[in-house]
């Protein structure tokens, strides 16, 4: 039930554009975005419920392909700012679904 | 500052021992999440209680167990202690249950030695 999330690492020079994947074998209701910095609580990104939308947050954004159970996380012109862990979260489908299962995480540094 | 409180910041206990942490939600949240936090394992799922009842249990041990107190702070009791329960435990809340964004507390670094 875990999501997959994909790469587990990457690294960024300033500006540089990255891609984040989550994927689940089952039928999700929604999928949460967080981002971890060391030592630090996770901070929500962002949140996207089935239907296959797709959100943005500056120049953060996020889709959502229900048919294909999976989430893409687009970070565009990267800064020194967004270097953490980001973390998906899937909630299944179904009624008195609650549970947020997260990935393992994709550490993302950005070098000046 | 998300607004969630963590109590305390850092344990160091002994194993076999017992310890409760504490956590108290945003103002006007009523459901809380608890968290565990390893190297190895990620952030996992504990329990969820919404408004004084539990809503949702994830891979909480036995030997763990929480509740939800009517001014809707929540405890986490975790007894017979091991050195695996060596972790960080977060505290999150939420208005409302499914599709809510959570808001994380600072979390309490507990050191099983």
């Known amino acids: 039930q875990q999501p997959v999330q994909s790469p587990q690492a990457v690294i960024l020079r300033e500006g540089e554009d990255a891609v984040i994947n989550c994927s689940s074998s089952k039928a999700l209701y929604s999928v949460h975005w967080y981002r971890q910095k060391h030592g630090e609580a996770p901070v929500f990104l962002m949140i996207?419920?089935?239907?296959?939308e797709q959100k943005g947050h500056d120049k953060i954004s996020a889709s959502f392909n229900e048919k294909k159970q999976q989430s893409s996380l687009y970070l565009t012109a990267s800064q020194l700012s967004y270097s953490g862990t980001y973390f998906c979260g899937t909630e299944l489908a179904g009624a008195g679904s609650y549970q947020l299962t997260f990935g393992k995480g994709t550490k993302l540094s950005v070098i000046p | 500052d998300s607004g969630v409180t963590q109590t305390p910041k850092h344990l160091i206990t002994a194993t076999g021992q017992r310890v409760t942490l504490r956590c108290s939600p945003r103002?006007?949240?009523?459901?809380v999440y608890w968290y565990q936090q390893s190297l190895d394992q990620g952030l996992q799922f504990l329990i969820q209680y919404y408004n004084g009842e539990e809503r949702a249990k994830g891979n909480i041990l036995e030997r763990f167990s929480a509740q939800q107190f009517p001014d809707l702070h929540s405890e986490l009791n975790l007894s017979s202690l091991e050195l695996g329960d060596s972790a960080l435990y977060f505290c999150?809340?939420?208005?409302?249950?499914?599709?809510?964004?959570?808001?994380f507390g600072p979390g309490t670094r507990l050191t099983v030695l």
């Open positions: 103002s006007g949240d009523l459901s």
């Open positions: 999150a809340s939420s208005v409302g249950g499914t599709g809510n964004e959570q808001f």
């Open positions: 996207l419920l089935k239907g296959g």
